[in-house]
C-alpha cells in the first residue's frame, strides 16, 4: 500500500474535505482527489460520504484511518531506526487530568531532556475513554486509575495517589458516608475512575447523592466546591499543585478507598520504541 496515498487519506479525514487537504499538504486539489479516488478504487469501496459539504469517512474508512496511523508512524519509526539511533517521530499519551497537573511535568522534562526529537501529544480524559482511545489505535498509551476496564491491554503501575474528600469549609467535618445523603456530588462525566471509587464508597453504606454535577477540570470542581454546592474526591497532590488545601474542608476515605492505583496502559501489539523509552523513564527513580 502506497504510504503517500495514505497520508493524503488521512489529511483529508482530518481535515474534513480535499481542498484543506490540498493547502496542508501544499498539494494542487486535483492531484489530491485523484490520489484519493485511486486509493478508493484499489481498495474496491468508498472511504468517505458527503455531509453538510464536508466529508466525513465511511465505516470503511475508519477502519482504515486507524490501520494508516500506525502504518505511517512505523515507517517514521523505521527511518528513525536506521539513522543516528535517536528516537524521532510522535508519541500520543493520554492522561487524567490530574496526573497532567500533578504527576507528568518532571517525567516529560526528562523524558524531552533525553529525547528531544520526539513530540508529546498530551490527551485528557476520564479512564474509560483513554483506555477506549488505546485500544482503537487513537494513542499509543495511557494514565489511567483503577478501577477501568482492562480487557486487552497491558500495564505498569505509575502512581498510587491518596485520595481526599472534600467538602465546603462552612459544612461540619465529613466523618462518613452516611453524612453524605442527598448532597451534590462534584464529579467528572462517567467513566472517570476516582468518580467511580466515591460511588462505590457511597453505595457501600446505602447512601444515594442528591444528584451530580459534571465538570471538566479539576479548578472548576475545586471552586465549585469551595462556593458550597457539594462535595468532591481528589488526589491530594492536586490540591497541593491548585494550593486549594485552605478554600475546602479536606477529609479523608475509610478503607480501600483512601487511595488509588494509576497505571501506563498500552496494546501489546502496539509496541513502539518512545513508548518502551517512557517506560523505562517510570521505571527509574524519580527526584
Known amino acids: 500500500m502506497d504510504l503517500d496515498a495514505l497520508q493524503i487519506f488521512k489529511t483529508v479525514a482530518d481535515q474534513g474535505g480535499v481542498a484543506r487537504a490540498a493547502a496542508h499538504l501544499n498539494r494542487v486539489q486535483s492531484n489530491v482527489s485523484t490520489r484519493l479516488k485511486q486509493l478508493e478504487s484499489s481498495l474496491g469501496t468508498p472511504l ?34 536506521v539513522r543516528a539511533g535517536a528516537l524521532q517521530g510522535v508519541l500520543r499519551i493520554g492522561t487524567m487530568e490530574s496526573t497532567a497537573a500533578a504527576r507528568l511535568p518532571p517525567i516529560l522534562a526528562a523524558y524531552h531532556a533525553a529525547w528531544p526529537q520526539v513530540r508529546i501529544e498530551l490527551v485528557t480524559g476520564t479512564s474509560g475513554a483513554l483506555a477506549a482511545k488505546v485500544r482503537n489505535y487513537e494513542i499509543e498509551a495511557a ?6 476496564p482492562s480487557e486487552g491491554l497491558a500495564a505498569m503501575d505509575a502512581f498510587r495517589e491518596e485520595l481526599a474528600l472534600i467538602s465546603p469549609m462552612a459544612w461540619e467535618p465529613v466523618d462518613s458516608a452516611k453524612e453524605l445523603g442527598d448532597r451534590t456530588v462534584i464529579a467528572f462525566a462517567a467513566g472517570c475512575s476516582y468518580r467511580r471509587i466515591l460511588e462505590s464508597w457511597l453505595n457501600q453504606e446505602g447512601v444515594a447523592p442528591g444528584k451530580v454535577m459534571e465538570f471538566a477540570s479539576y479548578h472548576a470542581i475545586v471552586a465549585c466546591v469551595a462556593a458550597g454546592s457539594g462535595v468532591a474526591i481528589v488526589p491530594r497532590s492536586v490540591l497541593k499543585v491548585l494550593g486549594a488545601e485552605n478554600s475546602v474542608r479536606v477529609g479523608a476515605l475509610s478503607g480501600p478507598y483512601g ?7 498500552w496494546r501489546a501489539d502496539d509496541d513502539t520504541p518512545a513508548l518502551q523509552a517512557l517506560r523505562r523513564k517510570l521505571e527509574a527513580p524519580q527526584g
Not at 494514565?143 to 477501568?148: D, I, L, M, T
Not at 487511595?259 to 496502559?265: D, F, G, M, N, S
Request: aromatic letters at 8%; proline letters at 2%.
Open 48 to 81: 468517505f460520504r458527503r455531509q453538510n459539504r464536508r466529508l466525513v469517512l465511511s465505516d470503511q474508512g475508519r477502519v482504515l484511518l486507524s490501520y494508516a496511523d500506525r502504518l505511517l508512524r512505523l515507517s517514521d519509526e523505521a527511518q528513525s531506526a
Open 143 to 148: 494514565f489511567v486509575a483503577q478501577p477501568f
Open 259 to 265: 487511595q488509588a492505583l494509576t497505571q501506563l496502559v
